[in-house]
């Protein structure tokens, strides 16, 4: 039994190189830390609408699809959203259909359960833009400002959605209360093998609105995330 | 903007060790983080509020990491992907087969009960009394040695049916 039993610690020691390090969880924290004692409350809307406008802004760059900059769709509009399922890759809807954080559909085919996104490249994504203001009384129904399937670095854009913290019990979400431009986005990314997954999220003037594939402060990922510049 | 100094701490202080913890719990690099990432905030919570000294970090942060990983395997084991694929059994030579050895043992603790892994590991790679280890899990130390000695048994076979041996010793 003890030599079996060294042979376990052998086998327990010779895997530590494999485990993470901490300074990248300290470099990931830094980045995502919001101002001193509101870490817990609200930095999780604050990290999760960054990260896709970071891989919105990055990915975009230069197309002015941002803001009220936005330009024109590329290709005709459907004229309804059209759900992402297994086998059929989504394309924009033509108007963002409810009160932000919202997504044509729930995921197919692909684990939605425990990240923002899962771990794995999707094999294309489509960013859709609906710009207003967050001052508008009505909140739904903003028409398609513009669009833009993402042709490189998706691995990128994984490796930030789905580096997510996910939100934890008895957060609490604080407004600045600014008024100002809000566009809200689409992502509709598909994987090798047909799964589809829509994730949403607000470029808004105060933050107010979490990213989300569900609903409303359900941001089910588990990950820190790196913010910044994509790469 | 920097982040709480309380929370650098932690992290910075035990950090390193409780990744490698959580890593030998789940084998896998993500689930660690977020193993750790939820301890730590856990323990964050209760150091801002309870005024946790310095010292007692580490046993807390330890036992929120073995509470968050009996946890979420339990609630994850339905969407876990199984494989009947077994590595291939390497050539003759000493060092390879230690090596196979040692691949063998860490698939075969991978194969146990979040219990049973938490309890090997805790005695085996953090050198935990098996007293401590029952207060950490709640439980009887009579049910941490057979949990041991479960695991063990378990792992006996999987080890000898990977390496093709009828015993090991």
Redesign the interface.
């Known amino acids: 039994v003890n030599a079996f039993e060294d042979e376990i610690r052998r086998a327990m020691a010779s895997h530590d190189d494999e485990a993470p390090r901490a300074e990248d969880l300290l470099r990931s924290l830094e980045r995502v830390a919001p101002p001193r004692r509101r870490l817990a409350d609200w930095y999780v809307p604050f990290a999760v609408a960054a990260a896709v406008v970071a891989v919105v802004a990055g990915s975009l760059w230069g197309v002015r699809l941002l803001g009220h900059q936005a330009v024109p769709a590329a290709s005709p509009q459907p004229a309804s959203p059209q759900p992402a399922g297994r086998g059929v890759a989504p394309s924009c809807p033509a108007r963002y259909a409810r009160q932000a954080p919202w997504v044509p559909a729930k995921p197919a085919g692909v684990d939605g359960r425990s990240r923002l996104v899962p771990a794995k490249t999707p094999s294309s994504a489509l960013i859709c833009g609906y710009a207003g203001s967050n001052l508008a009384k009505q909140q739904a129904g903003w028409a398609l400002s513009g669009r833009r399937a993402l042709t490189g670095n998706l691995a990128g854009l994984t490796a930030q959605l789905s580096w997510q913290a996910r939100r934890l019990p008895g957060q609490q979400f604080f407004c600045a209360g600014v008024g100002g431009p809000q566009t809200n986005y689409l992502i509709g990314l598909t994987y090798p093998g047909g799964g589809t997954m829509w994730v949403t999220a607000t470029d808004d003037s105060d933050e107010c609105v979490p990213a989300s594939r569900t609903s409303a402060g359900s941001v089910r990922t588990r990950r820190w995330f790196p913010r910044g510049r994509p790469p | 903007?920097?982040?709480?100094d309380v929370?650098?701490e932690l992290?910075?202080d035990?950090?390193?060790r409780?990744?490698?913890v959580?890593?030998?719990l789940t084998?896998d690099?993500?689930a660690?983080?977020?193993v750790?990432?939820?301890a730590l905030?856990r323990v964050?919570?209760s150091v801002r509020r309870r005024g946790l000294a310095p010292e007692d970090w580490y046993a807390y942060l330890r036992r929120a990491v073995i509470n968050e990983y009996v946890r979420t395997r339990r609630l994850?084991s339905s969407?876990e992907v199984v494989t009947d694929m077994v590595p291939e059994p390497p050539a003759a030579g000493s060092l390879e087969d230690r090596a196979a050895?040692?691949?063998q043992?860490?698939a075969a603790?991978g194969e146990l009960s979040e219990r049973q892994r938490a309890v090997?590991?805790l005695r085996?790679?953090e050198g935990v009394a098996d007293h401590e280890i029952a207060a950490l899990l709640g439980c009887r130390e009579s049910s941490v040695r057979s949990l041991a000695r479960r695991g063990?048994a378990a792992?006996?076979p999987l080890v000898a049916a990977a390496s093709g041996e009828e015993d090991?010793?």
């Not at chain 2, 903007?1 to 709480?4: E, I, P, Q």
């Open positions: 903007v920097h982040l709480d929370l650098t992290v910075a035990s950090g390193d409780l990744l490698r959580a890593y030998q084998h690099r993500g660690a983080q977020d750790v990432q939820d905030l964050y919570r994850r969407t050895d040692q691949a043992l860490w603790l090997l590991v085996y790679y063990l792992m006996r090991l010793t």
